[in-house]
């Protein structure tokens, strides 16, 4: 039998700046260990914080961008606890005023596993947000067997934690989600939200119950998820083992867990019994903030978000949700689209379907990026040009498309003309289509009888006779007027 499950995320996803949250250590990823640091970020006694306000400004701007509000001061607290990687032995952070509140993120459908994608259980889904706080992140250590190594590079670098309301019912929901957030973050500079580099972690909360009206089942947090793959299997593993306790009558105690991506499993840390009591209380050492200038400063930052500009290539493009979705998703295809499209001569729609039908996948299969395309979107839209104004059918053009990117100073119309695509002499057009039609007479026959769908057919033989030459859009033209 299938149970409810309900998730909540908390994601940490370190904020893009030069230097630490409290000190001006640089910071940096897989540089010499213990390289940037300094007193403050290695908590030597007497050291004293000095607030980093681009740190604070990007958190704000991640909060406009996911529609949060913001309390009118937010403070800072210390979350204390005994660990070597934060050797002050308390984590500054914010409990009650954070500096974002609410919000939400909207879950694209085409970021969902390709599998789910053809059934999405809930297209359109958008994820509430809680709250967005910022706090130092801690120094990272790698265990070896009895003894254990730390770098203190990356203690104090700036980290949101991004928590969400418990909106999420599968681990597809949550890896579309994760793959959204990490979208709009990128795009607005907030962040590179690269899991490979540990800028993006994620804990997991999840619960089940056996139908809408029982209470939530104990939630268990999931922690040490690494990648947005691994999210995806935890959640499922996890839902699996809670499955079979709820079964056999086994109820969850609310606990913490750890994944083993490795052994595909999770692994009891501990249970609420032996939970830490953090002893929060504010930071004497950091005055609170008023945030309301700050967002003044920030809210002229604000960018286009991927939903926005899907939204307004559906209107001016007319193309579907999905493709403008497709479109908006990244921001050198979204500019390569508005350059092609810009064109007047070339329907959006038309341009659109060219770009992600055709010249994606050849790109794709030269592993080229869209902004590194040999064809530039002016000179794709030339070609296209020439679809529209009937010299070339479509298969055509992507024939000259392929010469292009092999030989991309040459234009698209001599090119066209050097491989014979060219509107064919009236004359032997019109032999082909008699020869056609005398061929044909029972399809003929069925034409006459008003079966106007069967042209088609004809076209295709008189583009046989010519060897893929002609163009279809003329030959139609010429037989629809012997023929109707
Ligand atoms: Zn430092």
């Known amino acids: 039998m299938s149970f409810l499950v309900t998730i909540g995320l908390e994601v940490h996803c370190q904020v893009k700046t030069n230097t630490k949250m409290f000190c001006a250590c640089e910071t940096s990823f897989a540089d010499e260990p213990n390289t940037h640091t300094c007193p403050v970020c290695l908590g030597l006694p007497g050291a004293l914080p000095v607030l980093n306000r681009h740190a604070i400004e990007k958190t704000l701007l991640a909060g406009l961008q996911l529609d949060c509000g913001s309390p009118e001061v937010s403070k800072w607290d210390r979350k204390n606890y005994f660990y070597p990687d934060m050797p002050k032995n308390y984590q500054t952070t914010q409990l009650d005023l954070p500096l974002c509140l609410g919000g939400e993120v909207p879950v694209y459908d085409f970021n969902y596993p390709t599998e789910v994608k053809k059934n999405i259980p809930r297209p359109g889904l958008k994820v509430r947000l809680n709250r967005i706080h910022l706090e130092e992140d801690v120094a990272k250590s790698t265990h070896l067997g009895s003894s254990s190594i730390i770098d203190y590079n990356r203690a104090g670098t700036p980290l949101m934690e991004i928590v969400t309301e418990p909106d999420i019912e599968s681990s597809a929901e949550a890896f579309a989600f994760l793959r959204s957030l990490q979208m709009i973050l990128q795009q607005a ?192 839209g030339s070609l296209l040009e020439l679809v529209e104004s ?60 008003g079966n106007e769908k069967l042209v088609n057919f004809l076209t295709g033989q008189v583009m046989k006779l010519s060897k893929g030459k002609a163009n279809p859009k003329q030959v139609t033209e010429i037989l629809r007027s012997k023929l109707l």
Not at 345 to 366: Q, S, W, Y
Not at 394 to 405: R, Y
């Open 189 to 380: 500079g907030v962040s590179d939200a690269d899991m490979e580099k540990g800028q993006l972690r994620c804990d997991v909360n999840i619960s089940i119950r056996r139908r809408e009206s029982d209470p939530y089942g104990n939630r268990i947090e999931l922690k040490n998820l690494n990648s947005i793959s691994a999210v995806r299997r935890a959640i499922d593993y996890e839902i699996e083992r809670q499955s079979e306790d709820l079964e056999a009558g086994v109820e969850q105690i609310q606990s913490t867990r750890r994944w083993d991506d490795d052994r595909g499993e999770s692994q009891l840390l501990r249970t609420k019994e032996d939970a830490h009591d953090y002893r929060y209380f504010p930071c004497p050492d950091l005055l609170p903030i008023h945030t309301g200038p700050l967002l003044d400063a920030v809210r002229p930052l604000t960018t286009e978000r991927p939903h926005d500009r899907a939204e307004r290539y559906e209107n001016d493009y007319r193309i579907t949700a999905y493709d403008a979705s497709v479109l908006a998703s990244d921001v050198p295809l979204a500019t390569y689209f508005e350059t092609l499209a810009a064109n007047e001569k070339v329907p959006g729609k038309k341009a659109a379907n060219f770009l992600l039908n055709v010249l994606l996948g050849l790109l794709n299969e030269r592993e080229t990026a869209i902004d590194a395309s040999p064809v530039s979107a002016e000179k794709t």
């Open 390 to 449: 009937g010299q070339l059918a479509l298969n055509q053009a992507k024939e000259v498309l392929l010469k292009l990117l092999e030989e991309p100073g040459r234009d698209p119309a001599e090119v066209a003309k050097a491989m014979g695509f060219e509107p064919a002499d009236a004359g032997e057009l019109e032999a082909f289509c008699d020869q056609a039609i005398e061929a044909n007479p029972k399809q003929v026959a069925e034409i006459q009888s």
